[in-house]
T-cell receptor, first 111, second 115 residues
Framework: GNSVTQMEGPVTLSEEAFLTINCTYT??????LFWYVQYPGEGLQLLLK?????DKGSNKGFEATYRKETTSFHLEKGSVQVSDSAVYFC??????????FGAGTRLTVKP | EAGVAQSPRYKIIEKRQSVAFWCNPI?????LYWYQQILGQGPKLLIQ????????DSQLPKDRFSAERLKGVDSTLKIQPAKLEDSAVYLC?????????????FGSGTQLSVL
């Protein structure tokens, strides 16, 4: 079945550092890929998405490229801020809209 | 635009007791989901509704969990009887329609502790 594997945390960075959170997926078809973010005390919210191979999703300085050849959707940001501290979830959705989530990666950014 | 509303925010019960959670999705959203998020894990889909019909309940432990969305709007999720391993955050989400690229809107969740 479909599944998502993302790098384990927690990840601790200093402000303005470069961020990469790895995500790989297994799917039988051609899913859409997502990154959701959960800020402290809040519900999950969509950060970005990509719907087909080579698409790049971007939002709030974060980017992720749908790589079919490596079945990956790594999240990157060039310069993180303290306000980016949150838990990040990689997810995929197939034709039945069955959204599958990774285990989440907790990011802490220190000033 | 009002978001997905869930209640209660927290619930503490003893094992073998019953508990119910309520969800009010975003107005007009046809698709509603219940997820279980155990500490340190990603959300796991329990059940998906399209209007008042069940689309997918393959991961719902039907011997103790039940859910309904009678009028195609609000939904309730019930656990009877609860077990210790049911301790988790129960998330409700909705989307405008069922589809590959639909964005899910999540509520803040109900945190359940079973003692």
């Amino acid at each position: 079945g479909n599944s998502v594997t993302q790098m384990e945390g927690p990840v601790t960075l200093s402000e303005e550092a470069f961020l990469t959170i790895n995500c790989t997926y297994t799917a039988t078809g051609y899913p859409s890929l997502f990154w959701y973010v959960q800020y402290p005390g809040e519900g999950l919210q969509l950060l970005l998405k990509a719907t087909k191979a080579d698409d790049k999703g971007s939002n709030k300085g974060f980017e992720a490229t749908y790589r079919k050849e490596t079945t990956s959707f790594h999240l990157e940001k060039g310069s993180v801020q303290v306000s980016d501290s949150a838990v990040y979830f990689c997810a995929l959705s197939d034709l039945d809209n069955d959204m599958r989530f990774g285990a989440g990666t907790r990011l802490t950014v220190k000033p | 635009e009002a978001g997905v509303a869930q209640s209660p925010r927290y619930k503490i019960i003893e094992k073998r007791q019953s508990v119910a959670f309520w969800c009010n999705p975003i107005s007009g959203h046809a698709t509603l989901y219940w997820y279980q998020q155990i500490l340190g894990q990603g959300p796991k889909l329990l059940i998906q509704f399209q209007n008042n019909g069940v689309v997918d309940d393959s991961q719902l432990p039907k011997d103790r969990f039940s859910a309904e969305r009678l009028k195609g709007v609000d939904s309730t999720l019930k656990i009877q009887p609860a077990k210790l391993e049911d301790s988790a955050v129960y998330l409700c989400a909705s989307s405008a329609r069922q589809g590959l690229n639909e964005k899910l809107f999540f509520g803040s969740g109900t945190q359940l502790s079973v003692l």
